[in-house]
């Protein structure tokens, strides 16, 4: 099984930016995807970033061309870099792990505890 630990959370203002990283307890499988996703109270977990074994990335439309997820495989770790953060990104973030022929949206894989991420005016 693996284990996700998110870090770089934080209060950061309208149109700052932040960096999130997420360590996994061992080497990923090229079969697997890794990603971020983020929920607020209340609401449902929803689909922010993707990146597979292949270095393939998919964003929401929400953030496209403001966030930017990476990998690097010695660390076994994914990053997601935000910048111009609105305060609609406010949400507590995960990191999942799910095989590639996983429905990008749904509660697959595994997941991270989380960070939260809150961004004031």
């Known amino acids: 099984q693996v284990q996700l630990v998110e870090s770089g959370g934080g209060l950061v203002q309208a149109g700052g930016s932040l960096r999130l990283s997420c360590a996994a307890s061992?080497?990923?499988?090229?079969?697997?995807?890794m990603g971020w996703y983020r929920q607020a109270p209340g609401k449902q977990r929803e689909f922010v970033a993707t990146i597979t074994g292949g270095g393939n990335t998919a964003y929401a439309d929400s953030v496209k061309g403001r966030f930017t997820i990476s990998r690097d495989h010695a660390k076994n770790t994914i990053y997601l870099q935000m910048n111009s953060l609105k305060l609609e990104d406010t949400d507590v973030y995960y990191c999942?792990?799910?095989?590639?022929?996983?429905?990008?949206?749904?509660?697959?894989?595994?997941w991270g505890q989380g960070t939260q991420v809150t961004v004031s005016s």
């Open positions: 999942n792990n799910r095989l590639s022929s996983a429905p990008v949206s749904g509660n697959f894989g595994y």
């Open positions: 061992r080497t990923i499988s090229g079969v697997r995807v």
